[in-house]
């Protein structure tokens, strides 16, 4: 199913609803500033379409009781979020509840081909669930830019096989519905300001330390995605002209600093030269070392690992503090799979922050964690194309 709203008022009527959940044509007609035959006309509409459906009476405020409108109770929305090494999927309804959330492992330089069909089989098995019948469209992020006008990733450095494939159509068609394909953190963004910790902030950032490094940017309630979609990609940003090699092909990249794949290379170099016994042992073990041993190894009070982890935070503050006088954001928004190591890589990002930059530019400006953590991403999925199908096409309003 891919109908769109008739006209800007059947576009603002579904944003509304599904921001504030079932509503009395009394508050829509007064939010909206429609007069009640004009609400009627365009809520006759929406249901024929079966965009709305009736939910009964409102108590009465006297004289007429006022009915009750929501978003058809059907509405299903998709959010695929899909990282370097594993792929979420939840379903949510009209209100972007998430109904239902699954996540597997994944490589995703597998391709495109594998990872897609892996994230085809979890919406399989949420359908089988009962979850969802009918999928009213789908958001896709994915670890690298993305052209979001063609919905195509382009030159993605963690993603070989996936330059220039069309994620947009091949999912659409899967799915049959509409897809939107984002850079996964520009979901988070998303994701957050809509039910997370940016809910009440219109210009911020929210910087992913997972497997790489991104910065997802919001100005004035959207996001910013720059002429060819690669505003934010902060991870390429050099910070030394004599660093170690980065996946990009250039040298002393932030990313190759201080994102989880950096912290493994040093963790496995500090393993193996006996710096720190847990981390020797871990490797011993598995053979391997990743991020989440990192994080282990901070929870375990490992000297070693709590510098590497503050060396990163130092990192990533250093470039943050140049961003933060350049954009003047409300709220830095920390998230990623790295800082779930939590308090130590916070505090010390904050005090580069601080210091750093201009008073007047962090006299007021909250550095948190990502409150929606695992669900950020699908929830973002599920906002950008609600945003799609609750507006007009060609419409001014569409994003
Ligand atoms: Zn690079």
């Not at 209100?95 to 897609?116: M, N, R």
């Not at 089988?128 to 009918?134: F, H, P, Q």
């Not at 990502?370 to 991403?377: K, P, W, Y």
């Amino acid at each position: 199913m891919s109908l769109r709203p008739e006209n800007a008022q059947q576009a603002r009527v579904l944003r509304l609803l599904r921001g504030n959940g079932p509503t009395s044509r009394a508050e829509l007609g007064e939010s909206l500033r429609l007069s009640r035959s004009k609400l009627a006309l365009e809520i006759d509409r929406l249901t024929e379409q079966g965009f709305v459906e009736s939910d009964g009476f409102a108590a009465s405020r006297g004289g007429r009781r006022s009915s009750i409108v929501r978003l058809s109770r059907t509405t299903r929305f998709v959010g695929i979020d899909i990282g370097a090494t594993s792929v979420d999927v939840a379903v949510t309804n009209g209100e972007l509840d998430v109904l239902g959330h699954l996540s597997t492992e994944i490589a995703v330089y597998e391709g495109p081909t594998a990872v897609l069909g892996k994230a085809l089989e979890l919406v399989g098995k949420l359908r089988a669930e009962g979850v969802a019948t009918d999928i009213h469209g789908a958001g896709i992020g994915i670890p690298g830019p993305v052209s979001f006008r063609d919905g195509v990733p382009v030159v993605p450095p963690i993603m070989p096989g996936w330059d220039q494939y069309p994620v947009r159509e091949a999912m659409s068609q899967e799915l049959g519905a509409p897809v939107l394909v984002d850079n996964d953190v520009n979901l988070m963004a998303l994701g957050e300001h809509h039910a997370g910790v940016a809910r009440s902030v219109d210009d911020f950032l929210l910087v992913k330390i997972g497997t790489g490094i991104g910065c997802g940017i919001v100005a004035d309630g959207d996001v910013h995605r720059g002429v060819s979609g690669s505003a934010g990609d902060i991870g390429h940003i050099r910070i030394d002209d004599d660093g170690p090699p980065c996946t990009c092909g250039n040298i002393g990249c932030l990313e190759a600093y201080a994102s989880g794949a950096a912290l493994a290379r040093d963790a496995t170099a500090a393993a193996r030269v006996g710096q720190s016994t847990y981390l020797a042992e871990r490797l011993e073990e598995t053979g391997t070392l990743s991020a989440a041993d990192i994080t282990a190894a901070v929870a375990a009070g490992d000297p070693t690992a709590v510098q590497m982890l503050r060396g990163s935070g130092h990192r990533v503050g250093q470039v943050l503090a140049g961003l933060v006088s350049f954009f003047n954001p409300g709220l830095v928004v920390i998230a990623g799979g790295v800082a779930g190591a939590g308090h130590s890589l916070l505090a010390e990002i904050r005090s580069v922050v601080y210091r750093r930059s201009l008073p007047l530019a962090t006299g007021n400006l909250p550095i948190v964690l990502s409150e929606l953590a695992d669900a950020a991403g699908v929830v973002g999925g599920a906002r950008l194309i609600s945003d799609h199908v609750f507006s007009v096409s060609g419409g001014a309003e569409e994003r």
